[in-house]
């Protein structure tokens, strides 16, 4: 009876520890409705991943600027199917249910400048290409051009925090990697 016990608690305490990994699920945005706008401050979850807007760093920029919004839509700009979103002078910062191990992103990047927060670190650069082959707070940052002004965004080590924004961006198909 004791070592039934034994291995019943080695099982939850198991399935506790490595849960959070059972449920990382990529962020589609296919909960939200098309035309809806977001402001700063707002939150919203999907699946085991929480979200909220957060300030946007214009290119040299000390102080974050808050005006900006979120829309969604639907016309795949940023190279997935179904609903994508906007970040217009505005990012968006992800909560996840734990520390992955990595994160792949769709992107279609038309404008201005990009913000990408990892680990506390922000790189303030005029596009994600500029970031190809580089090292963000231990984190090793891989960006694909697809043409048309889409791409893909990996990041490669243990990420405690993340966030990305932009003026002209679109994002989707954002998912974490055990």
Not at 138 to 144: A, K
Not at 157 to 173: H, M, N, P, V, Y
């Amino acid at each position: 009876m004791k070592k039934l016990l034994f291995v019943l608690l080695a099982v939850l305490v198991l399935l506790f520890v490595q849960g959070c990994f059972l449920l990382f699920v990529c962020v589609e945005f296919e909960g939200l409705t098309v035309g809806t706008e977001y402001h700063y401050g707002d939150t919203f979850s999907e699946g085991t991943t929480k979200m909220e807007l957060i300030g946007f760093y214009w290119s040299g920029a000390t102080t974050p600027t808050t005006n900006g919004h979120m829309t969604v839509d639907g016309q795949g700009l940023a190279g997935g199917s179904g609903n994508d979103v906007n970040l217009n002078n505005i990012s968006l910062s992800f909560d996840f249910c734990c520390n992955p191990s990595g994160l792949t992103l769709k992107f279609g990047e038309y404008g201005g400048n990009i913000n990408l927060k990892i680990n506390g670190q922000l790189e303030n650069k005029e596009d994600f290409f500029v970031l190809n082959g580089s090292t963000v707070a231990g984190v090793s940052v891989t960006v694909t051009d697809l043409g048309g002004g889409k791409g893909t965004l990996k990041l490669d080590g243990k990420i405690t925090s993340f966030a990305i924004g932009g003026q002209e961006l679109w994002i989707d198909s954002i998912c974490p990697t055990r």
